[in-house]
């Protein structure tokens, strides 16, 4: 069974740009979840969707923004970039009833 | 409020020695608990969790970690460290609410001697 798979694995943007991410979750998992990664806040949660609905939201500004589809695969948004958010932004998924987040490898954005 | 304490930061062994790398939580309920690993560049894979039962968990790549209610701890161990287990190590704690939500410790990096 394939793995979640993200994409693009890198990118590089300008401040006041915007970007979006893409996660496919493990077939079969309904639960998506997305983590940002830096040095000097560690992981953090952005946010969880099951069955497109969003279930909770991390301490992130409205500018960042996502979406499940149908097939469970999930889209996060990061409007008007700014230099701190540069970071490895990891998605993770989960079956219906499942404890554990199955990780992807990170989508690595740089903004210069 | 909830937390994950990795105290050790770097944590440098020998190939062949033993290795505990500690984990301590502040949560309100008897949490979930895993450990995950993250080579350079890569995401994070799971080496093993506890949800209930048995405190004494077995993982993945000869793994292993005690949950210890009276100290809040869970800490991996391996009894004998190769050069391939150098990277990173996370601790997490969760749920936190209807949303399934972790909370990750810092990190700390191994180190491994040759």
């Known amino acids: 069974k394939a793995g979640v798979t993200q994409t693009p694995r890198y990118l590089i943007k300008t401040r006041g740009q915007q970007v979006t991410l893409s996660c496919s979750p493990i077939s079969g998992h309904r639960s998506v979840s997305w983590y940002q990664q830096t040095p000097g806040q560690g992981l953090q949660f952005l946010f969880e969707y099951f069955s497109e609905t969003q279930r909770n939201k991390g301490n992130f500004p409205g500018r960042f923004s996502g979406r499940q589809f149908s097939n469970s695969r999930s889209e996060m948004n990061v409007s008007t970039l700014e230099l701190g958010d540069s970071a490895l932004y990891l998605c993770?998924?989960?079956?219906?009833?499942?404890?554990?987040?199955?990780f992807g490898e990170g989508s690595r954005l740089t903004v210069l | 409020a909830q937390s994950v304490t990795q105290p050790d930061i770097h944590i440098t062994v020998s190939e062949g020695a033993s290795l505990e790398l500690r984990c301590n939580y502040s949560y309100g309920a008897t949490p979930y608990l895993f450990w995950y690993v993250q080579s350079p560049g890569q995401g994070l894979q799971l080496l093993l969790k506890?949800?209930?039962?048995?405190?004494l968990v077995q993982g993945i790549k000869g793994f292993e970690a005690e949950f210890k209610r009276s100290q809040s701890s869970f800490n991996l161990r391996k009894p004998s460290v190769h050069w391939s287990d150098a990277a990173e190590y996370f601790c997490a704690v969760g749920p936190m609410d209807s949303s399934y939500k972790l909370i990750f410790g810092s990190g700390t990096r191994l180190l491994v001697r040759p």
């Open positions: 506890y949800f209930s039962g048995d405190t």
């Open positions: 993770a998924s989960r079956p219906g009833q499942g404890r554990e987040l199955f």
